[in-house]
């Protein structure tokens, strides 16, 4: 799948969702002052191992814009989970 955009909480999102649907999930999170490219070398390991992986730019990194509300650091994990369920349930 190529890298798109989706809405979590509002917000736009810079996502890479990429090998079988039906794997096991690994997602990725990268290093603050970074981006969802951080993991460009890792990802061909671990769809070689049988998962596949998401992948995602932070708020205000790569090409997910920064938030123009407050943000707190629990909303980190809220995205993550949100994203997983988009993905479960095929939405955008």
Do not use: C
Request: charge should be negative.
């Amino acid at each position: 799948m190529p890298p798109q955009m989706t809405t979590i909480s509002g917000h736009p999102f810079h996502i890479l969702h990429e090998g079988p649907s039906s794997a096991p999930l690994v997602v990725l999170t990268h290093a603050l002052m970074a981006n969802l490219h951080m993991w460009d070398s890792t990802v061909q390991a671990l769809h070689s191992a049988g998962y596949s992986t998401l992948r995602y730019d932070h708020v205000g990194h790569g090409l997910t814009p920064v938030p123009t509300q407050a943000y707190h650091f629990d909303d980190f994990t809220r995205h993550i989970h949100e994203m997983t369920q988009k993905l479960a349930f095929g939405s955008k």
